[in-house]
């Protein structure tokens, strides 16, 4: 033991620090699905984005809109000179443009509501597993009452009472899957919270907030993460059939559900693509999203590492 | 040379729902600057838990019910979290048994490291990276600016526990409380991480109360030794003597069941029985039902008496075995 400190076994350092997200990158790659998922997302996303400069109409601009055009079948073509690749809606709206354009409200109505909820969903979910005692189980038994509703019938009722309108919408939501949050991020705290380096973190005199922050909430983030892709895709999905039902957004402002709503009438007299490729579009993102959130889950689940 | 650590008729218990635990049940002793003092037991004798009473870490249902904490002069028992929080890490450092646990494992070693010192300190984040490369290296981690940069997971238990070595010697501590924190390595790295701790000890002057159930790592680093069991200190003195001349029936046991060369081949010693049930401990001496050498006197609670230089909790010590 003499010449011990000499002696130190050092292990070779690793020419380039991989940080835990290249890590996390490489390992989400691996799956040829997810991949190809998550670049179709992307286009999605980057379409939605894009769309006022690529789309050949813009559908809210009612002096852009001819009702002449209205109910052509795909390929046809527009009044003003364009093709309508994918048909024209009841109103004479090009639904290329109305698909993106919808995409847009949905999309960014999902995002917006999951980051609120998660936000929220968050705080609540750290401050019931920290504090513990009568405050953990106040903030548990609303969440369960909570997730004893179907997430439908809560936004329903909440919307209805609400009105319509984008930020009604998105409040409607937060309201609805708060909940699932708080409950991922208590049982992940619960776990991290008993761990040693904790204690450790204690030890060194930090101060609780500091604890919580800083070195429990980056350990819960996987699940969050992973609950929150999932949730956004039910939220975009939630968000569809509330403006299906004609409570959600109104006529002026069509998200895809009241794209896929306003072709609805049409379906049995054959003009099948009002309706299909809105839910086509959809379907495409919701699918999408899912199976870039089930990667993840894979991923970040240690219990799942091959 | 007033202590800097005086611990006395310390009493943690645990109100749980199956009864009162005493897992500290009236412990004193005291630790003078830059002495290093073992306190070895079983598991379950409440020697962590002493060492968090002391920190003022103990989590309901569990509470100081009785005794003092004097750390430099001031009362640490029930004092007032924000004043314990000024001393955590800054006073008063630990160091835990498992070095995979300690460290958060998504944070960068640099970021753990200059966290501990911004916790106490108004340090630039330059300082604070110095100070954090310099403490690195001193508990002999090669290339300290390579390690700064990794992660927990980068890093072999004997790094961590080196890393989490240098943590504690951050702030420049009066005492240390170093909880089983060669346990979880293997014997080799074992020694290193002794040798390391022992040789900063004595640079820095630092006390440490050293918790572990292994004599042999405390014979060589210990200068006292306080054995617990039970909940009660029932044997403490310095290490030599103990080792030596053990007096009371359970130190004699423990060092009588370390495997050594020459038993080869016989059959090892052990104590009998097990350890007792916290919940329901006899009424007199608790090693009295394992005990060799208990008769009717140990129904009742031996007090700790001054034997050779040495404080003892027994009714028959081995003081035939001191005389020789």
């Known amino acids: 033991m003499t010449d011990a400190t000499t002696q130190v076994a050092a292990p070779r350092a690793p020419a380039r620090v991989e940080t835990p997200f290249q890590r996390f990158a490489s390992e989400f790659l691996e799956s040829r699905i997810a991949t190809a998922a998550l670049l179709v997302l992307l286009t999605i996303i980057v379409l939605a984005v894009l769309a006022p400069w690529i789309t050949p109409q813009n559908p809210y601009d009612l002096a852009q809109v001819d009702v002449l055009d209205g109910r052509l079948p795909p390929g046809s073509e527009a009044y003003a000179g364009y093709t309508m690749w994918l048909g024209s809606d009841g109103a004479g709206r090009d639904l290329f443009s109305a698909i993106l354009y919808g995409l847009r409200i949905s999309l960014s109505v999902g995002v917006a509501s999951g980051i609120i909820a998660l936000a929220i969903g968050m705080a609540v979910g750290l401050l019931a597993a920290y504090a513990g005692g009568r405050t953990e189980t106040i903030i548990m038994r609303v969440v369960d009452l909570q997730l004893s509703f179907p997430a439908t019938l809560v936004a329903l009722m909440l919307v209805a009472v609400l009105g319509k309108g984008i930020d009604k919408i998105i409040l409607a939501l937060v309201v609805a899957q708060w909940a699932y949050y708080a409950r991922t991020v208590r049982g992940t705290a619960l776990v991290e919270r008993s761990k040693e380096y904790v204690e450790a973190a204690a030890c060194l005199g930090l101060s609780n907030a500091r604890v919580v922050f800083r070195h429990i909430l980056p350990n819960c983030l996987a699940p969050l993460i992973v609950v929150g892709t999932v949730q956004t895709a039910s939220a975009i999905s939630l968000e569809a059939t509330l403006s299906f039902l004609g409570v959600g957004l109104p006529q002026t402002e069509p998200s895809l559900g009241v794209l896929i709503a306003n072709g609805f009438e049409y379906m049995l007299s054959g003009r099948y693509w009002i309706s299909v490729f809105p839910g086509l579009a959809l379907l495409l993102t919701v699918v999408t999203i899912n199976l870039v959130g089930d990667q993840l889950r894979d991923v970040l689940n240690p219990r799942l590492k091959k | ?324």
């Open chain 2, 1 to 324: 040379m007033t202590p800097v650590l005086q611990v006395s008729g310390l009493k943690t218990h645990f109100f749980t729902r199956a009864g009162v635990v005493k897992a500290v049940d009236g412990v004193d002793f005291s630790v003078a600057k830059g002495e290093v003092m073992g306190l070895v037991g079983e598991s379950g004798s409440g020697k962590s838990i002493t060492g968090f009473s002391i920190l003022g870490l103990i989590d309901p249902p569990g509470r100081i019910v009785e005794g003092s904490v004097r750390f430099n002069g001031v009362e640490l028992a029930n004092a007032p979290e924000a004043a314990l929080q000024t001393l955590r890490g800054n006073r008063i450092a630990m160091i835990f048994q498992d070095p995979m646990m300690t460290l958060n494992p998504v944070l960068r070693i640099d970021t753990q490291m200059m966290e501990a010192i911004a916790a106490h300190e108004r340090v630039d984040r330059k300082t604070a990276w110095q100070r954090s490369r310099d403490a690195l290296g001193l508990v002999g981690i090669p290339s300290p600016e390579e390690r700064l940069r990794a992660y927990p997971h980068q890093l072999s238990g004997g790094m961590r526990q080196r890393v989490a070595i240098a943590i504690a010697f951050l702030n420049r501590p009066d005492l240390i409380i170093a909880d089983e924190p060669t346990t979880a390595l293997d014997v080799t790295i074992q020694g290193q991480i002794i040798h390391e701790a022992q040789k900063l000890t004595h640079q820095m002057g630092t006390a440490m109360i050293w918790i572990t159930h292994d004599l042999a790592v405390v014979a060589g680093l210990a200068d006292r030794i306080s054995v617990m069991y039970a909940g009660r200190i029932v044997e403490q003195g310095p290490t030599d003597s103990v080792i030596d001349r053990p007096l009371h029936p359970y130190t004699v046991g423990l060092l009588g069941s370390v495997p050594t060369s020459n038993k080869r081949g016989e059959r090892l010693f052990q104590i009998e029985g097990m350890t007792p049930n916290m919940l329901a401990l006899p009424e007199g001496c608790a090693f009295a039902p394992r005990c060799r050498r208990a008769n009717g006197a140990c129904a009742r609670q031996p007090q700790i008496e001054d034997i050779a230089g040495r404080a003892v909790r027994c009714f028959h010590p081995h003081t035939a075995a001191a005389a020789e």
